[in-house]
């Protein structure tokens, strides 16, 4: 028994011992990381920029009383269509009848004097051949027959201003449109020296579009252009996209009309105006919308997926490629503008060369890489 009791604490050790000189477990293989890539050529990238604005009638007309009196009656809907000539109100023309009936009386008067002091001129132009009237009476009978010819003429114009007054009893719409709220009712008391405001005519088909361009960009465009670096697109250079206020895009496209010549010194922008089809009037004025302008085409660039660049310590655009050896590779790139979720690289990529679009975070430059697939080449015309 005294022997046994002291063999036993050597087992635990025997047992650590044989542990020890058991082999160690060999760690697992790590997969070789699978990437898609793309196959990047140069070629003719066409350009555009994202800008900001607001829509504004094609045309707009304040309707205002040109004569004054009260308002007998509104003929029109609020809200709804018009049409160029249609009548919009009825202002009391009574007292405007009564001034043009008074006015063609006294073209009338003038006109029987104007025929009396013919009648005696004529007479005076045969009596004087003869010496049968001084030249003084002659004299009297022309020139009291020139200021009856004035007299008729004065009074003409009096009916033809009578008349107009008249016609702006009846107010009209001076265009096509939509008419906005009356500004007066029935009964209310119009003046024409003040202008008094009645409605506004809009015509919202076609739609403007005004739109806000940086002062730097612009000359950047202008200066890209002058140096053969960007060319211009031609006819559909001028090609407008809209995006509406709800995110959703435009049916219909646009027209740049011009281009502002002035800074404006509070936001050092540009305004640029495009013309937008408005048939469904979806555009209303005063809505903010983003346009897609089209400025040209960038000849010798790529464009390359977003998710694939990325950036160094230093900051530079970097991408992993794929190289003949089936191995990773970083490259430094240049890249200027991203259009639609991809990146414009101006330099560092060669035509053939397979950028890893996905993938990336597993990779490190001089490791395997597995290619699963290659992604679709952006739209882009090959020099």
Not at 5 to 17: D, E
Not at 163 to 188: E, F, H, K
Not at 194 to 218: C, F, H, K, W
Not at 275 to 284: D, T, V, Y
Request: hydrophobic share 45%; aromatic share 4%; glycine share 8%.
């Amino acid at each position: 028994m005294p022997s046994l009791q002291r063999s036993t604490p050597y087992f635990p050790l025997c047992l650590l011992a044989l542990a020890a000189c058991s082999p160690a477990p060999k760690p697992a293989a790590s997969a070789t990381p699978e990437v898609s890539v793309l196959t990047v050529r140069h070629g003719a990238v066409p350009l555009s920029v994202e800008l900001p604005g607001r829509t504004a009638p094609f045309l707009i007309a304040e309707v205002r009383a040109r004569v004054d009196g009260v308002v007998l009656k509104r003929s029109f809907t609020e809200g709804a269509d018009v049409r160029a000539g249609q009548a919009l109100y009825q202002i009391d023309a009574a007292p405007y009848r009564a001034t043009l009936a008074s006015a063609e009386a006294q073209l009338q008067r003038a006109q029987a004097n104007l025929a009396s002091n013919n009648a005696q001129l004529e007479r005076y132009q045969v009596l004087i051949k003869g010496n049968a009237v001084s030249k003084q009476a002659y004299d009297n009978a022309l020139a009291a027959q020139l200021q009856a010819a004035a007299d008729v003429a004065a009074a003409k114009a009096a009916v033809t201003s009578a008349g107009i007054n008249l016609a702006y009893t009846n107010v009209t719409a001076p265009i096509a449109g939509r008419s906005s709220v009356s500004q007066v009712t029935q009964g209310a008391y119009v003046q024409g020296g003040a202008a008094t405001l009645l409605t506004t005519v809009q015509q919202i088909d076609p739609m403007y579009v005004d739109l806000q361009q940086s002062s730097a960009e612009g000359l950047a465009l202008r200066r890209q252009l002058a140096e053969g670096s960007l060319k211009s697109g031609g006819k559909e250079q001028a090609s407008v996209t809209l995006k509406l206020e709800d995110g959703s895009s435009y049916d219909e496209n646009g027209t740049l009309e011009f281009s502002g010549v002035t800074v404006n010194q509070a936001t050092g922008s540009v305004t640029l105006r495009a013309r937008f089809p408005n048939p469904q009037h979806l555009l209303l004025p005063g809505m903010f919308v983003r346009a897609e302008v089209k400025q040209g085409v960038r000849e010798g660039a790529m464009l390359v997926p977003a998710p694939a660049i990325t950036r160094n310590p230093q900051g530079e655009a970097t991408v992993m490629l794929v190289d003949a050896a089936g191995k990773a590779q970083q490259r430094t790139v240049v890249t200027t503008t991203l259009l639609r979720g991809q990146w414009l690289v101006e330099s560092g990529l060669k035509d053939g060369e397979r950028v890893i679009v996905s993938g990336i975070q597993k990779l490190k430059p001089g490791g395997a890489v597995k290619v699963l697939a290659q992604a679709p080449a952006p739209a882009v015309a090959q020099n």
